[in-house]
């Protein structure tokens, strides 16, 4: 899509912080780079640097819960650029066509800056709350602030910044994978002959809001009846960084009714359907991060490049159909699975940012004042504006 303005912070005068979009996609061998320019206005700075900062916080909680002094979260990840005065010429600034675009649109106030990622970081990732839950979820979430200061350490007013929320994204990969399937036999006492079950599916990646056929092949030779076939999508949530735990939530669920006699045989497809709308009120169940004005699904599986370090993951998901077999205790069939979103059409990507400088479409996103709430450091400031709020096109 054409570059837009995702944020602006101002007051009498604007500097403006530019960006061509708000999801970076995570490759697992690279991750798309943050590429963006400031507009700034010297007189109005009078003196001040711009810096811009990328972090990568995991929340664990709100903002005010904590042990002994100290808070449920932790900074995976901060970078700081100086921006301006630049530290490097202008045009040795200039890393990608984006920048180069929005240079020339804006003129010579405008200086880039540019994150690279590193390979260790998680997705943006969230628990959803339940309905009357207050505060912060848990969350692991991608930050770009840009503030004016004298140094990148000091104290900085909150109308002296403005923060913006990204994300980082994966999608599913190209190649198909190995179809998922199980088959165990199992045996009883009183019982001279074992119970034979198979499942598989139809491929190891689904993509959001698809359909999971689950092919079901049951050969009952033993004395035992199954009573009850129920199966169910789950979806696994391992907290890493700070308890290794797991929290399983099932997010699509299906009892058949069918039996299978002694003797008898089964051989059926099922058809699962995991989705968030059938999930709005459950807690704890893990969601792709999401920007305040848009909604958002149940999480991408994470796909970690080998060799990295778990522990600095945050959340880790997975998911697996479980089948069933109910026969006075159970007979448990697991199958995992990836669900993700598929990779755009890098074409039509490529041609979308081919087009002229007059094309850009410019997107606001300000924090709303209300009168009687800004404290009394913010009248210092340089900069203003903030919150990620619905966006106001211009």
Do not use: W
């Not at 994150?115 to 998680?122: A, G």
């Not at 999480?299 to 970690?304: F, G, K, M, P, Q």
């Amino acid at each position: 899509t054409p570059p837009m303005a995702l944020s602006s912070f101002k007051k009498k005068k604007k500097d403006t912080l530019y960006l061509g979009k708000r999801d970076f996609v995570d490759h697992v061998d690279s991750v798309d780079p943050v590429d963006g320019v400031i507009l700034v206005d010297p007189e109005h700075l009078q003196g001040r640097k711009v810096f811009v900062t990328l972090s990568c916080i995991f929340r664990y909680g709100r903002d005010d819960m904590d042990v002994m002094g100290i808070a449920f979260h932790r900074e995976l990840y901060l970078s700081t650029r100086q921006v301006y005065p630049p530290l490097l010429d202008r045009e040795q600034g200039i890393h990608t066509k984006t920048q180069a675009k929005l240079l020339r649109k804006l003129g010579d106030d405008a200086y880039p800056f540019f994150f690279e990622f590193p390979d260790n970081l998680p997705c943006s990732v969230s628990l959803q709350p339940a309905p009357h839950d207050v505060g912060k979820q848990c969350v692991v979430q991608f930050e770009i602030k840009a503030f004016s200061a004298e140094s990148a350490d000091a104290k900085v007013p909150k109308r002296s910044s403005v923060k913006l929320l990204l994300r980082k994204v994966q999608y599913a990969p190209e190649s198909e994978g190995i179809v998922p399937s199980i088959e165990i036999s199992k045996e009883f006492v009183m019982s001279e002959k074992p119970l034979h079950a198979k499942a598989r599916l139809d491929k190891e990646v689904y993509y959001h809001g698809e359909p999971i056929k689950v092919h079901v092949d049951i050969t009952n030779n033993s004395s035992k009846t199954v009573k009850n076939i129920i199966l169910s999508v789950d979806q696994i949530a391992t907290v890493v960084l700070y308890s290794n735990d797991s929290y399983v939530k099932c997010v699509d669920i299906e009892e058949s009714g069918d039996s299978v006699a002694a003797g008898a045989s089964l051989e059926k497809v099922y058809t699962m359907l995991p989705l968030l709308a059938n999930n709005r009120e459950r807690r704890g169940i893990v969601l792709d991060g999401k920007l305040k004005h848009e909604d958002t699904n149940l999480a991408s599986t994470s796909i970690i490049k080998e060799g990295v370090l778990k522990e600095v993951m945050g959340i880790i998901v997975s998911y697996r159909v479980l089948i069933k077999l109910i026969i006075g205790g159970e007979v448990d069939l697991e199958i995992p699975f990836k669900l993700m979103h598929p990779k755009p059409n890098a074409g039509k990507e490529k041609q979308s940012c081919t087009g002229m400088e007059e094309d850009i479409l410019f997107q606001e996103f300000k924090r709303s004042y209300l009168k009687g709430i800004m404290g009394d450091d913010e009248e210092d400031s340089n900069m203003s504006g903030g919150d990620d709020m619905a966006p106001k096109e211009k």
